[in-house]
């Protein structure tokens, strides 16, 4: 299959992102668009302001004279210049390479050379380890203004220079990123969305999710994530919405209250750390009692959500991984119904979406947008048709035509069933699955699920390939640390016979490992969008796996 549109002939007319910002530009040039934190203060811009400095960004990238179509770098957290210099690639004529804020030196190193990137931008970062030690050459750096950014060339010298003054336009075939793809294994691939793939996925999410410029967002989760790009970024061009951006971890709590957001998107991970938050201040059965008071419950409710920030927040999201349906349920009690969503950087993280909330639906990842066509295969896997599927994988012609089947449907690895409304359950990833000793054949993710309804448990990866019996490997929470061993013991014990009781023979879990290290991105078992590199873990911990134990819960030290 040809690294071009064949894959997406479906594609119906799509405004240009350039088109609308100039737009904002001329039409709204002094209304609020971003606020960038800054220690104790906030720097603020308008879209007159943001389209200024994408101007500046754009003329400097000119005097470098690259080809059109170079490809250009960004390494950092998100902030208000990481979004200012996207738009002013595009201005450019050029494809902007975003890179996770938490890769190490071989991917930075890797996607610099495998895009042969002409410039690398350079911001916020929690540690400057790997881009200390990265070999940057032969791409040109720029670093954000934030303290300890070194790099060639600093951004107020960057964009000290006369704005462009023209309205350059791309073919909306044109390329415009290369996003790569965080993988659990190997080299991350070159996922290539044009114009018409990403901004038809960002466009039409407005009338999905009913999103105007009176909605305000925070965006913390990676830019450099589909997710983010499509619904945060991208979408925000296209409403208007007003964007807010996060310090720092430790000023996460009040950079959220200082926007008051309207729509709120996080990851199972972040959910589960706001639970536990929740009931750190109220216990569990205290907190249960007080809901069930008439007038007082929906008082106690309201005032949770406050202190999360969330008391304005109309529409709450997940993605990423599979969140828990008794955490769902726990957040719907304080009055926060959260709408699980699925999708993949090869379609633009646009695929399911559970908007409206229905309380019968929670445990699906939704119905399809309208647009998209989803069908399961024979072997249960999940495959998607749509105007955001991907053109290809950059530079690799051969995984590109083994992702789409003859009649153009991506293959997706994941599994599921649908109901008779439509609605996609899934049920594990087709390469997950493993087989016991005893020839049986295991999906992980259900079980997995059942597991991450005890609130003490924060991570997750069961296993078994060659095992008697699965096993799970977990990493308490945060509170259940500071509990004793003998109480999270106990705990463990009921769950595990719980979760057995529900379980056909074969799928029984035999014993529970307890590690007390956190699985971080930082060691190489999460990945940049937090999701277990459950084969890393199960490479890494092999020793543990194999080993005999009479417990039927194991703590490793």
Not at 167 to 177: G, L, V
Request: proline content about 5%; hydrophobic content about 40%.
């Amino acid at each position: 299959m040809p690294l071009d549109d064949t894959a997406n002939s479906n594609v119906t007319k799509v405004n240009s992102p350039l088109a609308i910002l100039y737009k904002r530009e001329s039409e709204t040039p002094d209304k609020h668009y971003m606020t960038q934190p800054i220690g104790e203060g906030n720097k603020t811009f308008t879209w007159g302001q943001t389209m200024e400095l994408a101007r500046k960004v754009a003329a400097r990238i000119a005097t470098y004279n690259f080809p059109k179509g170079s490809r250009i770098a960004m390494l950092s957290k998100n902030t208000a210049e990481w979004l200012i210099t996207d738009i002013g690639i595009m201005l450019a004529g050029h494809i902007s390479v975003p890179i996770f804020a938490t890769a190490g030196k071989d991917t930075i190193e890797y996607v610099l050379a495998h895009a042969e990137c002409k410039m690398l931008f350079i911001g916020k970062l929690d540690s400057r380890d790997s881009i200390n030690e990265t070999d940057t050459s032969p791409a040109v750096t720029v670093g954000f203004p934030y303290p300890d950014v070194e790099a060639d060339i600093s951004w107020d010298d960057f964009v000290d220079i006369e704005p462009i003054s023209g309205s350059p336009m791309p073919d909306m075939n044109d390329i415009m990123t290369i996003i790569y793809t965080s993988g659990s294994t190997g080299q991350p691939k070159g996922v290539v969305h044009t114009y018409n793939t990403l901004c038809w996925a960002a466009e039409n999410s407005l009338h999905a999710l009913t999103v105007s410029d009176k909605d305000r967002i925070v965006s913390y989760l990676p830019l450099a994530h589909i997710t983010e790009r499509v619904l945060v970024e991208v979408a925000s061009f296209y409403s208007g919405m007003t964007l807010y951006f996060v310090d720092n971890l430790e000023t996460f709590a009040r950079d959220v209250k200082n926007c008051q957001p309207t729509l709120f998107i996080s990851v199972p991970r972040l959910w589960t750390k706001f639970q536990m938050g929740v009931l750190a201040k109220v216990p569990q059965k205290k907190l249960n009692f007080l809901l069930s008071i008439p007038f007082v419950g929906k008082k106690v409710a309201a005032k949770i959500r406050d202190e999360l920030g969330l008391g304005q927040a109309r529409l709450w999201a997940s993605g990423s991984a599979p969140l828990a349906p008794a955490t769902i349920q726990w957040f719907s009690k304080i009055g926060i119904n959260i709408s699980e969503g699925w999708g993949m950087t090869e379609n633009c993280a646009y695929g399911t979406s559970s908007v409206p909330f229905r309380h019968d639906k929670i445990g699906a990842i939704g119905k399809a947008y309208d647009g998209v066509d989803i069908r399961i295969a024979d072997d249960g896997e999940i495959q998607v048709k749509a105007p955001c599927n991907m053109v290809g994988y950059y530079k690799d012609q051969e995984k590109t035509s083994g992702v789409f089947t003859n009649d153009l449907y991506l293959r997706t690895g994941d599994k599921g069933i649908m109901d008779e409304e439509g609605y996609v359950f899934i049920t594990g990833r087709l390469k997950d699955i493993f087989k016991t000793e005893k020839g049986k054949y295991v999906a992980p993710a259900p079980i997995e699920a059942k597991i991450m309804e005890n609130s003490i448990v924060e991570q997750v990866c069961v296993t078994g390939t060659n095992l008697p019996q699965p096993i799970a490997l977990l990493v308490l929470s945060e509170e259940a640390r500071n509990l004793s061993k003998e109480m999270v013991t106990q705990q463990l014990t009921e769950t595990l016979n719980n979760v057995n009781a529900k379980l056909e023979s074969h799928q029984r879990l035999d014993r529970i490992v307890v590690f007390l290290d956190e699985w971080s991105i930082e060691n190489d078992l999460l990945t940049p969008t937090l999701k277990v590199k459950r084969h890393v873990i199960e490479e890494k911990f092999k020793s543990v796996i194999l080993a005999e134990h009479n417990e039927k819960i194991v703590w490793i030290d």
